[in-house]
Each structure stands twice: as C-alpha cells, then as structure tokens.
C-alpha cells in the first residue's frame, strides 16, 4: 500500500464543520525507515503526537455529520501545524528527549519534508474548507498533565482562538456551564501562532474556528474518546448559533 501523508473520513459530508487533527498520528513514513532513533516509549509520548485527539476528533466529525483530516506522520517528523518559518517546525529536542533522526536535517531535509508530508496535509485540508462559503474550522488536539517539570495543569479542556473569537466565546461559556470541567481560553498554549492551521485555513480566510485541547489523561482509551466528541458536538452547535450573523 502506498504510503500517504493524511486520511479524510467522511470526505462526501457535506457539514460547514471540517475537523482536523493536526498530531493525530506517530508514524514515521517509511523514507525515513520508519523511525527516528527514539525508543518506542517516547514514540508513544506526547512528544511524538496528540494521545487520544483521533478518536475524539472522528467521534466529534461523526456526531456533526462532517469531514475529519487526520495526519499520518508523527509532528517529531515535521510539525503541520507550525509555520514553514517557525524554529519549532523541526525538533531536535521536545521535553528532555533529543530526536536523533532530526540531528543533521538540514535545510534540503527540510524542504524534502514539507513537500512529502507538510504542504500535502495543508493543501488536502485546504481543499476540505474551501467546498463551502460557510466553513467552520475545528482542530483537535490533546495536551499531557504535566511538560518539562512545569506545574501541573488544571484544566481539562482549553479552547484557543487567535483575535476571532466568534465562535470560541460562546463555546466557553457552554463549557464553563458544565459543572464537572475545569476550562481554559488559551490555555496551556497561546491561540495563534504565525502559519499554524488556524491562521492558514481560518484566519486568512474569514472562515469560524475554535481549537479543542482536551486533557490527554481524560482520553486513553476509546469509549472516553467517544464521550469527549459526542460531549463536545451539541456544544459546538449550539455555540455556532450564538454566533453574530
């Protein structure tokens, strides 16, 4: 089977939503030999993808009816949802453990990677948001409890937004509703980063968006997965509403 870069589900949905998990994947593409010289232990880390984000994110596109991009290589590999300018783009070292395979890619490896897994995933995804004038755009991420010694993080969701927060305002309001959650705006990461997937597929275009960071230790196994995204679902459609025509 030839190896691709992303997976579509639901590609003939036709829902204004498009969901996206940008680290759904720890895959490293067999021109690379299928690893970068760390042990399978950190392979399974956060350090190497967003743990428990596919299964939310299919639930969540299932339950909205939508499309959802999947990655399919690991963000040690080649982050796609970094900027082609930005330094984190391509990591030699992410909380404590140094990435040996990415220790002598230089400038040519990296322009190989965007153009085998980066630019591939973004015109895919592209593609997906531009079918509609509508379009919302929802990525979903995970984050771990604790990163490089740092204290330990309180919330179990976070929903980030750059300077549109049409969508994002409500949805934390229904969120912090919730009596059982501890949420975050912009929190544990800022909103917007230059180039990231949000201000490519959303921000330049006008185009609805909120980001989804759902605790990793709240999202292990798939029936919690299934939960979070048939959870989050009603939500966001009823945050939509409140949207400002």
């Excluded at 690991?74 to 070292?93: A, F």
Aim: with cysteine.
């Amino acid at each position: 089977m030839t190896y691709q870069p992303f997976q579509i589900l639901g590609e003939d949905r036709r829902s204004r939503w498009v969901i996206t998990c940008d680290h759904a994947s720890n895959t490293v593409p067999p021109d690379l030999g299928g690893t970068l010289g760390l042990p399978e232990s950190d392979m399974a880390r956060h350090i190497a993808y967003d743990v428990g984000a596919a299964g939310v994110a299919v639930a969540l596109a299932d339950a909205l009816n939508a499309p959802v991009i999947l990655s399919n290589f690991s963000r040690l590999v080649i982050d796609p949802n970094r900027g082609e300018d930005d330094p984190t783009l391509l990591m030699r070292l992410y909380d404590g453990s140094v990435i040996p395979g990415n220790r002598n890619a230089g400038p040519v490896e990296k322009e190989r990677r965007l153009n085998a897994y980066h630019r591939p995933y973004h015109t895919a995804l592209e593609a997906l948001a531009a079918r509609r004038d509508d379009t919302v755009v929802v990525p979903v991420h995970s984050f771990t409890r604790q990163l490089q010694g740092r204290p330990s993080r309180p919330w179990h969701i976070g929903i980030l937004h750059a300077y549109d927060a049409r969508l994002a305002d409500p949805l934390i309001a229904l969120l912090d509703a919730e009596p059982d959650l501890v949420v975050g705006r912009n929190e544990p990461y800022p909103g917007h980063l230059p180039g990231d997937v949000i201000d490519r597929h959303a921000l330049h275009h006008g185009r609805l968006n909120a980001l989804i960071e759902v605790r990793n230790d709240l999202i292990t196994d798939p029936q919690h997965q299934k939960a979070w995204g048939e959870r989050l679902a009603p939500l966001l459609e009823r945050a939509l509403e409140q949207v400002p025509e």
